[in-house]
Nanobody, 123 residues
Framework: QVQLVESGGGLVQAGGSLRLSCAAT????????IGWFRQGPGKEREFVACIGRTGRYIGYSDSAKGRFTISRDNARDMAYLEMSSLKPEDTAVYYC????????????????WGQGTQVTVSS
């Protein structure tokens, strides 16, 4: 099993940057694909970015492409989401998730979830 804890959220002005972190405990982090998802007010949870076990394979949503960067450090059991050029529509709770399967943009492929970290972007 993998336990996940996100941090790094906060309030930022439009155009600003934030770095989210996902700390993992357990024995399976290096064998898990990692995904970042978000859920805005009144919206369904949506895919943001994902990264394969070694970091070689990466995927982004159209809204994240060019602005967000996902990465991982298997030696430290950490994953990150660097966000720049933030927009008010990026306001959401951001979740880190781990999947024992191939990296994916599908929430159903992820078995383990963190509690989320709030990101608020003011205009």
């Amino acid at each position: 099993q993998v336990q996940l804890v996100e941090s790094g959220g906060g309030l930022v002005q439009a155009g600003g940057s934030l770095r989210l972190s996902c700390a993992a405990t357990g024995h399976s982090f290096a064998s898990a694909a990692i995904g970042w998802f978000r859920q805005g007010p009144g919206k369904e949870r949506e895919f943001v970015a994902c990264i394969g076990r070694t970091g070689r394979y990466i995927g982004y949503s159209d809204s994240a492409k060019g602005r967000f960067t996902i990465s991982r450090d298997n030696a430290r059991d950490m994953a990150y989401l660097e966000m720049s050029s933030l927009k008010p529509e990026d306001t959401a709770v951001y979740y880190c998730a781990a999947s024992p399967y191939y990296y994916s943009n599908d929430t159903r492929q992820y078995d383990y979830w963190g509690q989320g970290t709030q990101v608020t972007v003011s205009s």
